[in-house]
């Protein structure tokens, strides 16, 4: 447009960008920029009226999200951890098919999950965040190779004899995760877990064959029911896939056999394999264990922080 001292005139949204181009070349440029408004369908309110109309309506509120068959939808509270801290966590946690998700502005996360899963994320919430873990960085390592129960036991005997070439004191707890092949690191700040992940990279690196030999302990009061739940489920996978059902092959299926004499459930698979086989026999047991490996991480992260600096 132009007015009557001949001077181009541009929407307000553009009169602030440093226009500094050729007549010719501003002429091309306006016509780009108003081609696709002029012949677009959606473009038939006016100017003023769609600015009205624009001022007038509020910006819709995020609907929550559709919850699949059997799962529920929860928000959760935040009090002294940042709410993206916890979300990691959660987001390890949730059921295939779940989601943890932000709440922008508030302190709090929402959770899509089953009911019994969203009932033990919140434990696990609870451990966590308390004032004995303000100011702690969360992350979740995913190894590739490794079992995360062997890895992080490693790993922990390291930073725990000063075996590595540490940088300076500081605090990184690890814990392996429930019914998941992932790793828990409760460290004090960016440095901490900069100096750790790779180190867990490398031990990962050479950890053997995915598919080997693992020992698990079962009670002696439960050997039978194992063995029993370990029968139905090979039976069901029988049936479920039928005489010509594409599958995996019997080599990359996992084995798992109840031994007497140690008491001990003898897994041949990949790490993944074992916490699905340990989750599916007894998952209140897995809870059960993380959360005193929680309480474990909070007692060590505060007598961490305890400690007298060595320059104090």
């Not at 306006?30 to 038939?44: C, E, G, N, T, Y």
């Not at 940088?167 to 707890?173: A, D, I, Q, R």
Request: net charge positive.
């Amino acid at each position: 447009m132009r007015d009557g001292d001949n001077r181009m005139k541009f929407p307000p949204s553009l009169a602030g960008f440093p226009w500094s181009f050729a007549p010719r070349a501003s002429s091309l440029l306006v016509l780009a920029l108003f081609l696709p408004l002029i012949f677009s369908p959606a473009r038939a309110v006016s100017g003023e009226a769609e600015r009205s109309i624009g001022a007038a309506t509020p910006p819709a509120a995020a609907a929550p999200p559709a919850a699949a068959p059997g799962f529920v939808v929860q928000s959760v509270p935040v009090n002294y951890l940042p709410a993206a801290e916890i979300k990691k966590l959660f987001q390890a946690l949730v059921t295939p098919g779940g989601a943890a998700l932000d709440q922008p502005g508030e302190k709090s996360l929402m959770l899509v999950d089953a009911p019994e899963n969203i009932r033990r994320l919140v434990e696990i919430k609870e451990l966590i965040d308390v004032p004995e873990f303000a100011g702690a960085r969360l992350d979740v390592f995913q190894p590739k190779r490794a079992s995360a129960d062997e890895l992080s036991a490693q790993m922990t005997e390291l930073l725990k004899n000063q075996v590595l070439p540490a940088p300076g004191p500081f605090f990184v707890g690890l814990a392996a995760l429930a019914g998941v092949n992932q790793i828990l690191a409760v460290s004090d700040g960016e440095r901490a877990w900069n100096f750790t992940r790779p180190w867990l990279e490398r031990l990962d690196a050479y950890a053997g064959p995915r598919r080997r030999l693992f020992i698990y302990p079962l009670e002696r009061g439960k050997l039978a029911e194992v063995e029993e739940k370990l029968k139905r489920a090979w039976e069901g996978d029988k049936e479920a896939a039928g005489p010509a059902a594409p599958g995996p092959s019997a080599a990359t299926k996992p084995r798992a056999k109840v031994d007497p004499m140690t008491g001990t459930l003898i897994v041949y698979g990949t790490p993944e394999d074992l916490q699905q086989i340990k989750k599916a026999l007894d998952p209140a047991r897995l809870f059960e264990e993380f959360k005193q490996k929680l309480a474990a991480l909070r007692r060590d992260f505060e007598a961490a922080r305890k400690k007298p600096s060595p320059t104090g």
